[in-house]
């Protein structure tokens, strides 16, 4: 895995990351890799913000991996920091090479380096295989998630 760089993301990424956002069957129901619009605005959004890291695993030069780390500033736990980590794609050629694994630390230390005390993430309940990697790397299924569409 040593030639494979984990960075920030830029515009030039959007593409491979909304294709690896769509290439499922949740994903195929809520992404438009055709209008690319939206997701440049959220990128710009996203880029501006210091407490949102959206990056992508490239090797070779081909975008291959992708997730988004949140920090949050919190009151609960003693006011402790936490971070959440959503949408963590691997592309199919990569999947089982354990790049899923080199995303998700790398997200952890970076937690660790912001001075986040707890990271979360929520799986959606079809994802049993991701319910298994995530258990593997030491989460624990500890709440239920709840989400209302607006």
């Not at 500033?73 to 999947?95: K, M, N, Q, Y």
């Not at 295989?129 to 569409?149: C, I, N, Q």
Request: one cysteine or more; proline letters at 5%; charged letters at 25%.
């Amino acid at each position: 895995m040593e030639d494979l760089e984990i960075r920030a993301a830029v515009a030039d990424d959007v593409p491979a990351i909304v294709g690896m956002l769509a290439d499922d069957p949740l994903g195929a129901l809520r992404e438009s890799p055709d209008d690319l619009g939206p997701y440049l605005t959220a990128l710009e959004r996203l880029s501006a913000d210091p407490n949102q890291h959206l990056v992508v695993a490239v090797r070779e030069g081909r975008v291959v991996g992708t997730l988004q780390l949140t920090v949050v500033p919190g009151l609960s736990r003693r006011g402790a920091t936490r971070s959440i980590i959503e949408a963590v794609r691997v592309h199919t050629d990569e999947r089982g090479s354990g790049l899923g694994s080199r995303l998700v630390e790398w997200a952890i230390g970076t937690s660790r380096r912001e001075g986040c005390h707890l990271v979360q993430l929520t799986s959606d309940n079809t994802r049993t295989d991701a319910h298994r990697f995530y258990e593997r790397l030491g989460f624990t299924a500890s709440h239920v998630g709840f989400k209302l569409p607006l």
